[in-house]
Structure formats: structure tokens, C-alpha cells
Nanobody
Framework: VQLQASGGGLVQAGGSLRLSCAASGRTFEDSAVGWFRQAPGKEREFVAS????????YYADSVKARFTVSRDNAKNTVYLQMNSLKPEDTAVYYC????????????????WGQGTQVTVSS
């Protein structure tokens, strides 16, 4: 699976962004997809994930009720809708594919896209 994240940018606090993760490869529909982020000087952290057929979604406590993950398998795309953004959401956001959406550790994901920068100004 090859992944490409897009949709990042500069937004004011309280604003919204929608990230997209476009995938190619026959195994995309068989893969869970996770979103991770990494701020300067910090470790990569789990943000959200979605199971193969969207039956399960998982969120980090810090983004719960603000972010929504979804996927359109017909378009081979996973989305991360981010609302009520805060300056602490500033990071490079990555999407990754793996076997199980319930897994939150980066090492559980086998395929990674390049990141997209999200910057939230106060």
C-alpha cells in the first residue's frame, strides 16, 4: 500500500481542516488506517484510526469530540476532519496502514505516507 497525505495548512485557533490520505494498492481495503502526528522535539503520537469497513473508530483523548476519521473505500481515501483546532494540534500529520485499527502504536503500522504540516495559530 502506498499512501499520500494532503490537506494541511495554516489555520487560526478554532478553525477547521480536513486531511486526506489517498492510497493505492490492492490491500487498502484490507487495511486499517491510522493518523499520527509529530510535533518538533516530540515523539510521534496516535491521533485516530479506522477499521477496514469503518465499523470501528478510535481516537486519542486529546482529539476526541473534535476530530472525526472516515474512509471511502471506493475512492481509496481516508479523511481526518479536524474541528476546533488548538495551537497544540500543530504538528506534521501522517497516515499509515496496518492490520488492526485498535492498535495505537506506530510500530503496528506497516505502511506510511509522507506527512502534511498543520499549523494552528493562536
Amino acid at each position: 500500500v502506498q499512501l499520500q497525505a494532503s490537506g494541511g495548512g495554516l489555520v487560526q485557533a478554532g478553525g477547521s481542516l480536513r486531511l486526506s490520505c489517498a492510497a493505492s494498492g490492492r490491500t487498502f481495503e484490507d487495511s486499517a488506517v491510522g493518523w499520527f502526528r509529530q510535533a518538533p522535539g516530540k515523539e510521534r503520537e496516535f491521533v485516530a484510526s479506522i477499521s477496514r469497513k469503518s465499523s470501528g473508530t478510535y481516537y486519542a483523548d486529546s482529539v476526541k469530540a473534535r476530530f472525526t476519521v472516515s474512509r471511502d473505500n471506493a475512492k481509496n481515501t481516508v479523511y481526518l476532519q479536524m474541528n476546533s483546532l488548538k495551537p497544540e494540534d500543530t504538528a506534521v500529520y501522517y497516515c499509515a496502514a496496518g492490520p488492526m485499527a485498535a492498535m495505537r502504536g506506530p510500530k503496528a503500522y506497516n505502511y506510511w505516507g509522507q506527512g502534511t504540516q498543520v499549523t494552528v495559530s493562536s
